[in-house]
């Protein structure tokens, strides 16, 4: 069964540090990968998707991601952290059946 | 432009009373989803529908219904709320395989 897996429930950097959050699944098949964030008392919004074109992927609020087929890994980053960025963040990777199967989501805590 | 709407956003009622939570997606998706969404449990899915007349049980369908009789609408009926249904209910539409778009969402509370 497919499956991800975010590293970290929480992750905590300084204000104009590098953001990383990693996603690594589990899928037989090439997938579709997408990353949302979801600020308080909101739903969720797309950041970025991975659909087999580029490997780099640029998504919006100057945060992309890398698809490594190898590592079976799509981490997100950005390389600069603002106080805006401060939401929980989840990754999502396509079933066959058009289902979005989630990781557990991680939080980001920007600190002044 | 395209927008995907819940009703209400917040909802309070007493157990046993029958609910029903209202999403309307004006992207003409054909693939229409509900979650829910609790601390520690992430999203998880509730039911879910292909297409005019079609509805599939999610991974958390027990004591929850939908129906859909056209393009636009997903409504989910609890039957007889409980109290481990209050959390935050969250619609989503999508086409084929691409991106979820969802709704802003419905703070349930079961007292």
């Known amino acids: 069964a497919q499956s991800v897996t975010q590293l970290g429930s929480h992750v905590s950097v300084s204000e104009g540090a590098l953001v990383l959050l990693r996603c690594n699944y589990s899928?037989?098949?090439?997938?579709?990968l997408f990353w949302y964030v979801q600020y308080p008392n909101q739903g969720l919004q797309l950041l970025l998707k991975?659909?087999?074109?580029a490997t780099l992927v640029k998504g919006i609020n100057g945060f992309e991601a890398e698809f490594k087929k190898s590592e079976t890994s799509f981490h997100l980053t950005k390389p600069s952290a603002h106080m805006s960025d401060a939401a929980e963040y989840f990754c999502?990777?396509?079933?066959?059946?058009?289902?979005?199967?989630w990781g557990a989501g991680t939080k980001l805590i920007i600190k002044p | 432009d395209a927008e995907i709407t819940q009703s209400p956003r917040h909802k309070i009622t007493e157990t046993g009373r029958q609910v029903t939570l209202a999403c309307h997606q004006t992207?003409?998706?054909?693939?229409m989803f509900w979650y829910r969404q609790d601390l520690g449990h992430g999203l998880r899915l509730i039911h879910y529908?292909?297409?005019?007349?079609?509805?599939n049980k999610g991974e958390v369908s027990d004591g929850y219904s939908v129906s859909r009789s056209n393009t636009e609408d997903l409504p989910l009926t609890l039957e007889s709320a409980a109290s481990s249904q209050t959390s935050v209910y969250f619609c989503?539409?999508?086409?084929?395989?691409?991106?979820?778009?969802f709704g802003p969402g419905t703070r349930l509370t079961v007292t």
């Open positions: 991975y659909t087999s074109a």
């Open positions: 999502a990777v396509s079933h066959s059946n058009y289902q979005l199967i």
């Open positions: 899928s037989s098949v090439p997938p579709y």
């Open positions: 992207w003409n998706h054909n693939n």
């Open positions: 529908s292909y297409g005019v007349q079609d509805t």
């Open positions: 989503a539409s999508s086409e084929g395989a691409s991106e979820q778009y």
